[in-house]
């Protein structure tokens, strides 16, 4: 049976001060971690492996690309954190500017607002699956859900995220729709909607994407693996 490790996550959303979560991880001594600079521009991405190299962090399972980044940004991940696969949007939603071909066998496609695309994951590695977004399109989109899951039994899921799923939807801004995935935790049981899925569906390497401290993600990391263990 495979390992299903989960890891705390460097998250750059609006809440998440990704300043703070590095001083934190310096302090807790952490020495593995993913990294999701997806909001911020090359001059704070660069801000960001700057402040990286002065803590203890030795490994980078996972980082989450940006369209906007530039090969030698993967090159650094992989000669200095061994980071082993990185997930990218959809390219029909933000296309790539710098062609990371050489990286193709390391990268995966996220399911995020819209369905995965045959065509576009056989050019990469495969499928990421975020939890989160499979579970709202269960709720509010059943076609797309239906659809995505069909993917996620033909192709290999290299990596995974991990939000919550609130009880009840809000509407949210950015996409101008009801949601019910969310970055932030505020009750552990907005995680129980993982016991749903099976556990041939969570890949080896897995990413806390909340916006909540490093501390508070090392106690959601527990629990999400008690969880686990109750399903095999």
């Known amino acids: ?44 991405r660069k801000k960001m492996y700057q402040a990286l190299k002065k803590t203890k962090i030795q490994k980078i399972p996972l980082v989450h690309l940006r369209s906007d980044m530039k090969l030698e940004e993967l090159d650094f991940f992989i000669k200095n954190y061994q980071t082993e696969v990185f997930n990218i949007h959809s390219q029909f939603e933000r296309p790539l500017v710098y062609n990371l071909s050489k990286y193709k066998d390391k990268i995966y496609i996220e399911n995020t607002f819209g369905l995965w695309r045959e ?24 076609k797309q859900y239906t659809r995505n899951i069909k993917f996620i039994k033909k192709y290999i899921c290299g990596c995974g995220h991990i939000s919550v799923v609130k009880k009840f939807p809000y509407y949210g801004q950015n996409l101008k729709e009801n949601r019910y995935d969310f970055h932030y935790l505020d009750d552990l049981a907005e995680l129980d909607y993982l016991k749903k899925y099976p556990m041939n569906y969570f890949p080896s390497v897995i990413a806390i994407e909340l916006e909540n401290s490093i501390k508070e993600q090392i106690k959601i990391k527990k629990y999400i693996l008690e969880q686990l263990k109750r399903k095999i």
């Open 119 to 142: 065509e576009e994951i056989k050019k990469f590695a495969g499928i990421c699956i975020d939890f989160s977004h499979l579970e709202n399109d269960r709720l509010l989109k059943r």
């Open 1 to 44: 049976m495979k390992t299903i490790n989960i890891f705390p996550t460097i998250t750059t959303t609006e809440g998440s001060n990704w300043e703070e979560k590095i001083e934190e991880a310096k302090n807790l001594g952490i020495k593995e971690i993913c990294i999701f600079p997806t909001c911020l521009d090359g001059g704070e």
